[in-house]
């Protein structure tokens, strides 16, 4: 086999993969269903044990994320993960650190809401994070895994493209592919990097101007120039960093546009679909920011409809109806109570909305 | 083709280990796998079920609504679960939890008495793994050796003494289960 | 001065069998019944029945209010 | 009849009465809790002062997260189930366009002592008058065993494999201590529910925070160390005797600061 | 005049409004631009003075909205105010109580972001307010004044809304309308009503059942008919509490859609347009949540085009666009910098996007 | 020639030395706060400090929501802004991954003892070998003149017009006299700069907390306290007097726990 | 019509305050009338300037660019807002705090010399409505009985003894203003 | 012992008049200008120059960094 292949839950694989790939600190606080990232990190001791990563449990989620911040701001690779409640009480801060472009990653596993709600997967953060649930004008580049495997690799390719463009990245996962295993082919430990970046805060050597980090701009002309800026990098998030996967979409004249957990419960309503000679195929939007909408406008000419498979009220569609422009029939279907809802479940709606 | 399995019981009762050790094992053979648990407070005290698919195919969907063999441990279990085996496919039980029984007619029925037998061996820690055997008698989905390198993937360092005996446990499983009702 | 005298009462179905009650007595009234109940737990029960003097410790520390306690004053 | 009921009856002839019984004030549904842990003793021991004061129709009492979150399905009274960390937050909103009513917290560890420093802190210092209970039993219980700021030095927990290492993760934090210096503070005390005696004196405890809470007193802060069986992988006996030997060397208990 | 008129800072008259509709309590914690609403309430000290009406500064924004959570679960009128940072730290609660079904007022008088951001007055919150910044899925009903007499009279609407739905209300105000003064005509003292309502935790008498407020639904059928609930009650407050208003929209073969301070500068630019002999209407919103998105449909047939003006990166055109289906064209114009744009650079930009 | 610049020749013919002036650690642009704030001394202090250390390309500071959150435009380091009470946890998540370098956190009373009491209390409780630098005017200078955690009772402010008072708006709280009970300060004292001699005891205190973090000794928490003569609305030497008056009452001056 | 109004100068001049007696003034005379101030800490020694409308129709924007009247009161107020003037408009000026002086050609220019008189007067209080004096005599959108009106509705009851003062210096303010250019 | 003799320097344009150093000097040195500067402040000025010691009470007061004292040894 040669490969290292673990079985692992997609919150084990998040910590093994912040290990691997170099994350120099994990700061977290428990809550359910993500706790076990921060306890294998504790079990793997990866600060005395293998690459002298940090790994503090907070006071709070507010204290954990600026810990982050504090840590991103030296150029260290620096992340932070919770669940819903946990990532609300985040969004000040994540906010400063767009303002303050720093890199950084946050996953959120998410559960069911409002409130304190339920433990049980959901998928009604899916605004929050692509809108900004902070204040002011940004956005992150949003990663939705369906896979352990994808749980491991998006947090390599979330710090890679948080100091790619100087921004946070969100992982948005939920409790379902937080808690499932699957097999995980894990790649190479990497070194931690230890680089001197030219805009960190890493103590003002004689031979450059103090570096500071901030997102304080009193002045509206300097802020809105600030904005301007950042509206650009968002729009070249835009045009480099659409990430999809398409199945059977070749001759689809139906597809459902699903992430997460609800793409995979997807992949098996295409496969009954198509037993049953229905030419359905599936988008799934593996960044949820930027949205994949030039795609979908370009497969929404050959298509009669879309079914959005979401596990909230319906938010993701509200993107995916912009993207086809209103063009043809979109729909939702979703769970909203943590229940997960069924292939057959999905198959029936769509049979239903569709085809009767 | 892909076996979807769900194990139901006490949580006592070790039943995600039991999921995961058969799906290490499946790993080790080379397979698709997936492991995915109820989790959460109600577990404590209450019910617990794992879903797992072993099979050659890429793994869709993790979550299932029906079942092509299921595992019953207690009252509960049945009662909620009974129903969720596809027609055709099989269920398993070991009568000690139960105060009834299946009734369906329309899908194969096993008897794994593992409680009682590992009471009689003196080590109901074995319980666990005598079902498995019973279960891979019928399904042959995994052979024995997997299941021991899953043991060794699955246990702590610590705990690979007690392999060989668990493997006997699992040949006791295979030799205890009974068919109640074939179709 | 005579012993009190009392007696206790179970609600069993609600005991889960943490023994508490059997370590707070003071006379070695209780101990656990080797029967499970609906939840499968072992259930605290009048072993040496006639030695209780309705003291109430062992409701006093039952974390589940499993106890009703009589005593002849 | 067997033998038991024999007893029982003889007895019931001599005038048995009966003295201890679960209190109105607690619901029918049976705590959810671990076997043997504190939360349930500290439970009855809020309602039956609630019941014996009368003022049930006057208490509002606040579930924070933890293992108690849902302790409003188990106390017979108004509750409102708070964010983590907020209760003290919440109890003021109430204490304050609601004076009259009485207003209790009921808080783990985690919760008062982790996310809600602050509220802690704050709500002790504005001498809101309101009683606070705080369950201490070194660790978040319902996440699954975490370490707490409570949880003492070499201590095992999920976050914590190797035992509390005072370099990286920080001293025990004994916020009762701290609160007892505030202004605010009318009475801290420390108590647990281990023993028939340490319930009693708990009681009495969460009565006097009652009581000062009718004279207009200031804010009561009764800390009840506890176990959690489940998160410290005892049973419940052997998780009594280690908070004993271990817990109370940290977590004294006795009375801290004392009406003048 | 009779009329009991006033001239006063858009802050201050949220204040007086607190006190007139007989508001239970405020809760608060300074921050620039809405400090003048704790301060004017401490200076009317209507606890001792006016109405015994509750004013605490309290530990911090979170400490603050949760303050409001508790009162207003005794059924009491609770009101927090703050500013975008400030805003952000309120997530996680905002979400609880949507969940426990709490009514209660949130004003946010919002300023430029991300992050620290500036002072300077922005509109950039409106996705954070509309689509939820917290977690699950959940809506709230935000109102957009324009004037300083809305500020004031939205606090009445507020608390009617918030109570008649039992869900918390946001005011989302802006830095130019907090501080800019105009004349209010003051309604006169209504007394706080100390009601005992059904649902509320007032102290369970013997004559009901215990009332609990929570938001925790463990079990995910429970949670997901809760949901259900919530989400025929945000339809509910679609179907009936649409506002806007209209300015020439008659003979419009243009519309601008703005809100709050962008629609006084756009009434500018009407004025402007008509002058000049172009057909140019206005269409502001009033409640942004529920967004009147059929009056915007019903128009779309007879209009050429649709300018947005946001002093953000634009947000509100997303709901814009799905209103009108993308039918027409959609443009976005604003700032976002805090500094507040003039009526003649949207004028220009109008011509330039659809005259040119 | 004037004859004060014929008195200057005169001095530096006899070898009159350049014995003060602005450190390098500052930069250019002068200080933007208000003439007499208490500020720009704790500020030139500190950098002095830092560069008589000669540690100012090891020093990260940390700016935090208060006046002062543009320290970064005058301190002529590397430097963070922090969201508001963030401070000690931005200075954990870089002392802990850059162990080598100084960092100290620059907060006001409204930050570190209002919105950032969790943060502030648990740093020190970890404590995280960094140093807080603590700036107590009793005040939200930034914002106006609001009310503070460390308002004296009595005192006005634009949220306590008529003053604070105990019953409703709670107690003065003085942290740093917390912090000083938590095993993980190292030292903690409490200092002013509004005479040349409290100036140079401050300085020593200052420079003391950087040599703690050197020594790797755990928290060092300066509290200073100094005037907002714009809150106040006095003039500056007014606010001075007041401040000996009033402030040192609540606040004496002095250390509260030394290295032992 | 509306009059669409800017003061600027050091925030310690009493900008907003003349603004807001204005605003009061105004009202009291049934106009419609909106202020609406620079805010925040760059006030803090540095300029401050507030827009005053007053008029008899619906006010639609706050935000303006050109202004039909401005007060100079500084330097750098003369710098940043000499070209805000519409063409016609009028511009007034206080010529103690400048340097230089306004140079347009296509408006209307007046000096207060306010600050001169108030200090000869030996009360700089009475600075800010003196240059309100000079304002309206040449813009008369307000009557001198409604500023007292004003004053009353927006000074403290503890302040109202100086109101006859104040109307003095209004006086003197109508008194001391001079045509630099009229067009 | 001669009482040392020494100068300051201000940079007066980043004086804001707040007289600290004023009331900080130990020999009455220091006092407020009539004349204000660039920003509209009264600025401190050697009124007693030859005073002054050199003892740097004033620049350890001043907040804004404002003086530069000179000092014979
Ligand atoms: C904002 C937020 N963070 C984290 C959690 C997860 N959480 C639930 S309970 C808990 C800790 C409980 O510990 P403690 O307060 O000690 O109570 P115990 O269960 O031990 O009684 C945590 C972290 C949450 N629900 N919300
Ligand atoms: C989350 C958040 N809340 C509130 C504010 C507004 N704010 C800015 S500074 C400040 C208080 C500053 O007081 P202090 O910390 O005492 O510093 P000082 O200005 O007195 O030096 C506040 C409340 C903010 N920027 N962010
Ligand atoms: S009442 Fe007392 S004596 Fe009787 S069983 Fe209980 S503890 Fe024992
Ligand atoms: S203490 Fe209560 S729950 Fe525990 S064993 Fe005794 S009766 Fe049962
Ligand atoms: S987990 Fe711990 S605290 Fe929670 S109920 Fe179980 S024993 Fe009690
Ligand atoms: S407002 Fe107060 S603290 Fe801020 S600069 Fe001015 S005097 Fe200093
Ligand atoms: S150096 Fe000393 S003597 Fe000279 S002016 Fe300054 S304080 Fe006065
Ligand atoms: S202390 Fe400094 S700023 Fe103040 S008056 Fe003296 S020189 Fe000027
Ligand atoms: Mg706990
Ligand atoms: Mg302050």
Redesign the interface.
């Known amino acids: 086999m040669g490969e290292d ?1 673990q ?1 692992m839950k997609g919150n084990e694989a998040i910590a093994e993969a912040a290990i691997r790939f170099g994350v ?2 994990y ?1 977290g ?5 993500q ?1 076990e990232i ?2 294998y990190l ?2 793997e ?1 990866p ?1 005395n044990k293998r690459t002298g990563m ?1 790994v ?9 994320i ?9 150029g ?1 690779k ?1 992340m932070t993960s919770s669940s ?6 985040k ?3 994540i ?6 472009e720093l890199p950084g990653l946050i996953v959120n596993v ?1 559960r ?9 997967p ?1 998928q ?2 899916y ?2 994070s692509v ?8 956005n992150m580049i949003v990663l939705a895994p369906s896979t352990v495997q994808e749980q491991y690799d998006h947090v390599g390719l979330g710090f890679e493209l948080a100091f790619k463009y100087r921004n946070p990245v969100m992982i948005l996962s939920d ?2 592919i937080g ?5 995980v082919t894990l790649t190479p430990q990497l070194p931690r990097e230890n680089k001197i970046l030219d805009w960190a ?6 031979d450059r101007e ?19 800026k ?2 650009a990098k968002f729009q070249r998030m835009k045009d480099t960093e659409v990430r999809y996967e398409e199945i059977m979409t070749d001759d689809a004249e139906y597809i459902i546009v699903a992430y997460g ?1 609800s793409a ?5 309503v295409i ?1 009954m679909a198509r037993k049953n000679g229905i030419k359905l195929g599936l988008l799934r939007p593996i960044t949820l920011f930027p949205f994949p909408s030039k795609r979908l406008f370009e497969l929404s000419d050959s298509l009669k409809g879309i079914l959005c498979v979401e596990m ?2 319906g ?1 993701m569609i ?1 993107d995916v ?2 993207a086809v ?3 043809i029939p979109v729909y939702h279907y979703g ?11 999905v198959f029936e709606k769509f049979v239903s909305l569709f085809l009767k | 083709m892909n076996e979807d399995i769900l194990i139901a019981g006490f949580g006592g009762q070790g039943v995600l280990s039991m999921g995961k050790i058969l799906a290490y094992a499946g790993m080790m053979q080379g397979k698709e796998v997936c492991w995915m648990p109820s989790y959460g407070p109600e577990m404590r005290g209450g019910t617990a079920n794992v879903t797992v698919i072993v099979g050659d195919n890429k793994i869709n969907s993790p979550i299932l609504q029906e079942f092509d063999t299921v595992i019953i441990l207690n009252q509960q279990s049945l009662n909620k679960f009974e129903q969720s085996v596809k027609p055709g496919g099989k269920l398993f039980y070991d009568s000690n939890g139960l105060t009834t029984l299946p009734t369906r007619k329309d899908i194969n029925i096993y008897h794994i008495p593992a409680t009682k037998t590992s009471v009689e061996l003196g080590n109901t820690k074995v319980f666990n793994i005598m079902v498995l055997g019973g279960l891979l008698k019928i399904v042959p989905i995994i052979d024995i050796q997997f299941i021991e390198k899953g043991l060794y993937k699955s246990l702590p360092e610590r705990s690979h003494k007690l392999i060989p005996l668990n493997l006997e446990a699992f040949k006791q499983g295979e030799a205890i289960v009974e068919v109640i009702q074939e179709l | 001065m005579a012993k009190a005298r009392g007696f206790v009462e179970f609600n069993t179905e609600a005991c889960k069998g943490c023994e508490l009650c059997v370590k707070a007595c003071p006379f070695d009234v209780l101990d656990m019944n080797h029967l499970v109940n609906g939840k499968g737990y072992h259930f605290s029960y009048m072993k040496n029945y006639d030695q209780c003097t309705g003291c109430a410790s062992c409701a006093m520390v039952c974390p589940d209010v499993v106890i009703t306690v009589y005593k002849v004053k | 009849m067997s033998d038991i009921e024999t007893y029982k009856k003889e007895l019931l002839a001599q005038g048995a009465k009966k003295i201890f019984t679960k209190t109105k004030n607690l619901t029918d549904t049976p705590f959810s809790y671990c076997g043997g842990c504190g939360h349930g003793v500290v439970h009855r021991l809020i309602m039956e002062v609630v019941e014996e004061l009368n003022i049930t129709h006057d208490t509002i009492g606040i579930a924070p997260v933890g293992c108690t979150a849902i302790a409003y399905e188990f106390m017979n009274i108004d509750m409102q189930q708070a964010a983590h960390g907020r209760a003290p937050a919440l109890a003021t909103g109430i204490k304050r366009t609601m004076p009259d009513k009485y207003v209790f917290t009921y808080q783990g560890d985690g919760d008062l002592a982790a996310i809600g420093t602050g509220e802690t802190i704050h709500a002790c210092n504005r001498g809101e008058n309101i009683a606070i209970f705080f369950v201490n039993n070194g660790i978040y219980g319902m996440t699954g065993g975490q370490m707490a700021p409570t949880t003492l030095p070499g201590m095992v927990s999920s976050t914590s494999p190797y035992g509390r290492n005072m370099d990286t993760h920080g001293y025990p934090l004994s916020l009762t201590e701290l609160v007892a210096k505030l202004p605010g503070t009318y009475y801290v005390t420390r108590q647990s529910v281990h023993t028939p005696a340490n319930v009693r004196k708990c009681k009495k405890a969460i009565q006097t925070a009652f009581e000062n809470q009718k004279l207009n007193k200031g804010l009561s802060f009764v800390e009840i160390v506890s176990n959690c069986n489940s998160g410290w992988k005892m049973t419940p006996v052997e998780s009594n005797k280690w908070m004993e030997e271990n817990m109370f060397r940290s977590y004294p208990l006795g009375d801290i600061k004392l009406p003048q």
């Open positions: 292949i079985l120099d600190a700061f606080y428990p809550i359910t269903p706790s921060i306890e504790a079990y001791d600060y940090v503090i449990q907070a006071e709070s989620e507010i204290a954990a600026n810990m982050v911040y504090g840590a991103a701001a030296c260290k620096a819903s409640p946990g990532i609300s009480l969004q000040e801060a906010s400063y650190m767009v303002g303050a998410v069911g809401g409002p409130g304190l709600g339920t433990i049980q959901s009604a953060d605004f929050q809108k900004g649930g902070g204040h002011g004008d940004y409790g379902a808690q499932m295993m699957e097999k805060t890493t103590g003002k050597t004689p103090r570096n500071y980090i901030t997102s304080l701009y009193l002045d509206p002309e300097v802020q809105e120039n600030h904005n301007i950042l509206q957990i995979r419960i997807s992949q098996t496969t909230s009220a938010q509200e109806e912009l422009r209103c063009k769970r909203m109570g943590g229940g997960v809802t069924s292939s057959t479940e």
